[in-house]
Structure formats: structure tokens, C-alpha cells
């Protein structure tokens, strides 16, 4: 399945809109990683834990989009966004938007 953020596929043509899909990926962050991450940010660098998280959740929102695309028989999904929001300081949602939509063959 072709997943893209742009409204247009270059070289193929869109002959049926099938509506929005989403996927949303909710996670927690445990207090060790807080505290190694709060550490990563006193002497700098990147916090791999939770990066390592955070492109796990977008993974699971972005598949759970394809899936309702799928379902709804896609074949590709177009201007597709991803949002991310913090839910009571200590939680990190992941959304992912788009169009599913049908590509001529």
C-alpha cells in the first residue's frame, strides 16, 4: 500500500475517494527512562529509548491507517499527517490522518 503525505501521485490518478482513515498509538513513559532521558538532557545527546518508542507508536498508528484503508478497499493513502500530543505529561499520543483512496492500475 502507497502511503504519502502529498494530495497527488506523480504518474498515476486517483479514480475513487474513499474517505478519512486514521490511527492513533497511545504510550507511557516508565520512570528509568525519564530518568536516563533527564540525564541525556543535562549532559546532551539523544535519547534513544524514547525515540525508539516514539517511532514505534508511529508505526502502530500509521499501520492501524492502513488497515482502515484496506478495509475500505484502498489501495493507497494520500495527504497523510501525523500528530503528536502529550496526554497528562507522562503519556504521548501518535495520530495518523489521511485520504484513503483507490489508484488507477
Known amino acids: 500500500m502507497l502511503v504519502t503525505t502529498t494530495n497527488n501521485i506523480e504518474g498515476a490518478k486517483v479514480v475513487k475517494y474513499l474517505g478519512m482513515v486514521s490511527g492513533e498509538a497511545i504510550l507511557g513513559a516508565n520512570i528509568f527512562k525519564d530518568f536516563f532521558a533527564g540525564i541525556r538532557d543535562i549532559v546532551g545527546g539523544r ?3 524514547y525515540e525508539k518508542e516514539l ?51
Open 47 to 49: 535519547s534513544a529509548a
Open 55 to 105: 517511532r514505534q507508536a508511529k508505526d502502530i498508528a500509521v499501520s492501524e491507517m492502513v488497515e482502515q484503508a484496506q478495509a475500505l478497499g484502498g489501495n493507497a493513502v494520500i495527504a497523510v499527517d501525523l500528530d503528536y500530543e502529550t496526554i497528562g505529561g507522562s503519556m504521548l499520543m501518535v495520530s495518523a490522518n489521511g485520504t484513503a483512496v483507490v489508484l488507477e492500475k
